[in-house]
C-alpha cells in the first residue's frame, strides 16, 4: 500500500468548501483533513477539488478485453483502471460488473473471479475500488449464489437490470448487432437466442426472486437500485421492493416517477458532454436543466466526468460548486460514504488538483495517498520535496 503523504498544506489555490470557492488554504495529514501549521506547497493559480466518486464504471470491460475476442488478465485490468481512474481525479470508483444469462464475461463465473481477484487487489490499490454487482433480473436460479458472493467480497452495491426486451428488439431489428453481442461471449446467434428466450420463461419467477434479494440487502446493508428503467411504472416497482436509486433511467417519465419518489437519478457524464444518448434515449442535460438528476457517473469513459461538470457550467446549467458536486457530494451521499465528497476539517484527504487555466487535472491525493501527478502541479510539489520529506522525519 501506497504510503500517506507526509503533512502538509496547500496555500494559493481556490478550493471549494461549504458549496462555495473559497481563497484559503488546505491542510492534510495521516490521511485526513486537518488544521495546523504545516509545510507549504503553493498552489497558485489551481482549483482544489474534492475527489470524484464514481458509482458506476463500465470501462472495466476494455481494460479486461481491449479486443472483444481478446482477454486478458482480470488482475492487471484491475492495475489498468485503477490508474486510468486516478488520473482523472476519481478517489472511490464502482466497478460495473453483470451477473448475467449472457455468460462470457458478464456470467457469475466470471464475474466471481472478478470478486475474488479485486479482494486481492484492493489493498495494494491507488483508488478505493469496489464492486457494483449488475444483476439481471431472470437469472432467477443463481440468488442463492448471488448472495454468497455478495456476503463473501463485501459488495456493497446492486442494480437490477434486464436486457432482454433488447436482445428480443434486436433480433427483429438489427441482427448484425446481434451477432455482434453474440460472438462476444462465443456463441452463435441461435445458441444466444435460445438462452434469451429460457431465461423469458423464467419471468413468472421474477417478482418473488426480487424480493428475496431485496429482504437479503436490506439485512445486509447493500444499496440497490434499478439499470435503465424504461419508465415511471417500473421505477416505481422497483423503488416498492426497496431498490430505490435509479441508474441510467431511459425516459424523462422514468426520472420525473423518481423524483416523485424521492429517489435519486443517476445519469451517463458522456451522455452530458456528447450532447445527448449514444442510444438514443433521454439527454442528461436536459434532465439536469429540469431538477431530475442527481449525479453523474463515468458509464464507459473516465475522462468525461469532470468535463461533464465543466460542460454544465459552461452551458450556464450550473455554477461549479453545484456540477462538481454531482460527481463528488451527491455520489458520496446516496452511497452513504460520509468521510467524502467534502472538503471538511475531519474527513478522508480526498481531492483533485485542478488547472485553473486549463481545467487538467494534474494532482489526485486518494485518502491522504498521492495516486496521480503532472504538469506545473507536479513540479510544485516535487519542489517542495526537501521541506516535505524534513517534516517527515
Avoid at 470501462?59 to 483502471?81: C, D, G, Q, W
Avoid at 460527481?327 to 484527504?349: F, K, M, Q, V, Y
Wanted: hydrophobic content about 45%; overall charge negative.
Amino acid at each position: 500500500m501506497a504510503l500517506h503523504l507526509p503533512p502538509l498544506r496547500l496555500v494559493g489555490a481556490t478550493i471549494l468548501r461549504d458549496g462555495e470557492m473559497q481563497q484559503r488554504s488546505i491542510a492534510l495529514a495521516e490521511g485526513r483533513i486537518t488544521k495546523g501549521p504545516l509545510p507549504e506547497v503553493d498552489l497558485s493559480g489551481y482549483l482544489v477539488l474534492p475527489g470524484i466518486v464514481d458509482l458506476h464504471g463500465d470501462a472495466f470491460e476494455r481494460h479486461v478485453a481491449p479486443r472483444p475476442n481478446a482477454p486478458f488478465r482480470i488482475e492487471t485490468a484491475l492495475a489498468s483502471v485503477d490508474r486510468d481512474a486516478a488520473a482523472h481525479g476519481v478517489t472511490t470508483a464502482w466497478i460495473a460488473q453483470s451477473w448475467s444469462w449472457e455468460g462470457g464475461m458478464r456470467g457469475p463465473d466470471f464475474a466471481e473471479r472478478v470478486m475474488a481477484a479485486l479482494t486481492a487487489y484492493r489493498p495494494r490499490a491507488l483508488t478505493d475500488l469496489r464492486l457494483q454487482v449488475r444483476c439481471e433480473v431472470h437469472l432467477v436460479d443463481t440468488g442463492a449464489r448471488l448472495l454468497t458472493a455478495v456476503r463473501r467480497h463485501g459488495i456493497d452495491y446492486v442494480v437490477f437490470n434486464n436486457h432482454l426486451p433488447e436482445a428480443l428488439e434486436l433480433a427483429e431489428v438489427d441482427p448484425q448487432r446481434l451477432e455482434t453481442w453474440a460472438s462476444r461471449a462465443g456463441r452463435s446467434v441461435e445458441e444466444h437466442m435460445a438462452l434469451v428466450h429460457a431465461a423469458a420463461a423464467r419471468e413468472p419467477e421474477v417478482p418473488r426472486h426480487l424480493c428475496r434479494l431485496a429482504e437479503a440487502f436490506d439485512t445486509m446493508g447493500v444499496s440497490y437500485g434499478s439499470h435503465d428503467d424504461p419508465d415511471g411504472e417500473t421505477r416505481e416497482r422497483f423503488s416498492m421492493i426497496g431498490a430505490r436509486i435509479a441508474e441510467f433511467p431511459v425516459s424523462r417519465r422514468a426520472a420525473a416517477a423518481a423524483r416523485a419518489m424521492g429517489d435519486p437519478v443517476l445519469m451517463g457524464a458522456p451522455n452530458v458532454v456528447r450532447g445527448g444518448s449514444q442510444a438514443g434515449n433521454v439527454a442528461a442535460a436536459d434532465l439536469v436543466a429540469q431538477g431530475l438528476c442527481d449525479a453523474l457517473v463515468s458509464d464507459y469513459h473516465y475522462p468525461t466526468l469532470a468535463e461533464a461538470a465543466w460542460t454544465l457550467v459552461d452551458e450556464g446549467l450550473c455554477a461549479l460548486p453545484a456540477a462538481w458536486a454531482m460527481i463528488s457530494t451527491r455520489p458520496a451521499e446516496i452511497l452513504r460514504l460520509p468521510d467524502r465528497g467534502h472538503l471538511d476539517i475531519g474527513r478522508r484527504a480526498d481531492l483533485v488538483v485542478v488547472n485553473a487555466s486549463t481545467r487538467a487535472i494534474e494532482a489526485t491525493i486518494a485518502g491522504g495517498r498521492l495516486t496521480y501527478l503532472s504538469g506545473e502541479a507536479g513540479r510544485r510539489f516535487l519542489g517542495g520535496a526537501a521541506t516535505l520529506q524534513m517534516a517527515a522525519q
